[in-house]
């Protein structure tokens, strides 16, 4: 059973638009939710994290919003740039004595100079 | 230079053919962790370790063995490797359990192909 859908697999943004990854979850445990990146040929970074008992946290052109309600999580970047041309994942985990951090499938993103 | 550092990067080798799949981190991390990338499967965890002699398994540690014996090392050990096992694997570590910074380091990734 899959917890964490990332049902678009992939995504073209014009460079200096903005790009919105969305993320859905089943798993109401889940309190931390995280953002990787990953580069061809690289292992992921992390990008940014949400505690559950904010909605939005911002930093730089990165700004992640959760719906707790909906059990939805978005990552927008305003503006995209080329070098944003990445998979990123979103990894939401349990922080009550769950030591697995949970990856969903990935969105491509392709930033179009 | 704080780093995850796997080995091999890349390897080719042959169905029941044991082999093992080093990691070793230089940040004096407690957890470690190791994942396989397929497509359109995403990352899934194989095993994790929340430090010395304590594993355990993650969501796909069939065909898989770890052992952490020491803090800087988290070795992933196929002893009987199958065509499916064909993967791109990643290992992690970090300071303590993620906590909300998630501060997972991953290293560079080892590409491992079974004939």
């Known amino acids: 059973d899959q917890q964490v859908k990332q049902n678009s697999p992939s995504l073209s943004v014009q460079e200096g638009r903005i790009s919105i990854l969305n993320c859905d979850y089943t798993?109401?445990?889940?309190?931390?939710f995280l953002w990787y990146k990953k580069y061809p040929a690289e292992g992921p970074t992390f990008l940014i994290s949400?505690?559950?008992?904010?909605d939005k946290n911002e930093d730089g052109r990165f700004t992640v919003f959760l719906n707790k309600s909906a059990k939805h999580l978005s990552l927008h970047i305003v503006p995209s740039q080329p070098g944003d041309s990445a998979v990123y994942f979103c990894?939401?985990?349990?922080?009550?004595?769950?030591?697995?951090?949970?990856f969903g499938k990935g969105t491509k993103l392709s930033v179009i100079p | 230079e704080a780093q995850v550092t796997q080995n091999p990067r890349y390897l080719i080798t042959v169905t029941g053919k044991k082999l093992t799949v080093t990691c070793s981190q230089n940040m004096n991390h407690e957890y470690m962790s190791w994942y396989r990338q397929d497509p359109g499967l995403g990352l899934r965890q194989i095993y994790y370790?929340?430090?010395?002699?304590?594993?355990d398994k993650g969501d796909v540690p069939e065909g898989y063995k770890v052992s952490r014996k020491e803090k800087r090392n988290f070795p992933l050990i196929l002893e009987s490797p199958s065509p499916n096992q064909t993967s791109l694997y990643f290992c992690?570590?970090?300071?303590?359990?993620?906590?909300?910074?998630?501060?997972?380091?991953f290293g560079e990734g080892s590409r491992l192909t079974v004939l």
């Open positions: 949400i505690s559950s008992i904010k």
């Open positions: 992690a570590s970090s300071l303590f359990w993620t906590g909300p910074r998630g501060e997972l380091f």
């Open positions: 798993n109401s445990m889940f309190d931390y």
């Open positions: 370790s929340m430090n010395v002699e304590v594993t």
């Open positions: 990894a939401p985990y349990s922080g009550a004595g769950s030591y697995q951090l949970t």
